[in-house]
């Protein structure tokens, strides 16, 4: 991975949690599978929906670790074109469109950002995502006079 000049700078330090952020997120904007869609619910909600198309739930997993985001599908193993599997009374595709293969998307979260549940409906993934308000903390710091 190429990394960012600007965050390079001499000038700039304790940045580099926010440069792993930026190196994380260009690495899962290059996934293309599964298509998702990521929408806009107002007051801090989020719905990200995966089109999961031939998952059951226990093929799939939703894991957040470090404000990351990270949603897997596992397939077990694909089916055989031969003439035992077809005997055996297995699948035998004469065209296989519909992709279904193992994936892992994942998505960096903002602090203050939590996963508050995952659905599968319909051969989608819906995660709802929320911005939680941060607690408005005052801390009185006590002056000291010196000598």
């Known amino acids: 991975m190429n990394r960012t000049i600007f965050f390079d700078s001499?000038?700039?330090l304790g940045f580099e949690h926010t440069r792993n952020l930026v190196e994380r997120a260009a690495k899962a904007a290059g996934d293309s599978y599964p298509p998702y869609n990521v929408?806009?619910?107002g007051e801090g909600q989020v719905r990200i929906s995966l089109a999961v198309?031939?998952?059951s739930p226990d093929q799939l997993s939703v894991t957040v670790e470090d404000n990351q985001l990270v949603l897997a599908g596992?397939?077990?193993g694909e089916p055989k074109a031969t003439a035992e599997a077809i005997a055996a009374g297995d699948r035998a595709y004469l065209h296989r469109g519909i992709a279904a293969r193992s994936f892992l998307r994942s998505?960096?979260?903002?602090?203050?950002m939590e996963v508050t549940g995952a659905v599968l409906e319909h051969g989608l993934l819906h995660i709802d995502v929320s911005?939680?308000?941060p607690v408005k903390l005052v801390k009185r710091i006590p002056i000291q006079s010196a000598g």
């Open 10 to 12: 001499p000038f700039l």
């Open 39 to 41: 929408e806009d619910r």
């Open 53 to 55: 198309a031939g998952f």
């Open 74 to 76: 596992r397939r077990e």
């Open 107 to 112: 998505f960096v979260l903002a602090d203050g």
């Open 131 to 133: 911005r939680i308000p």
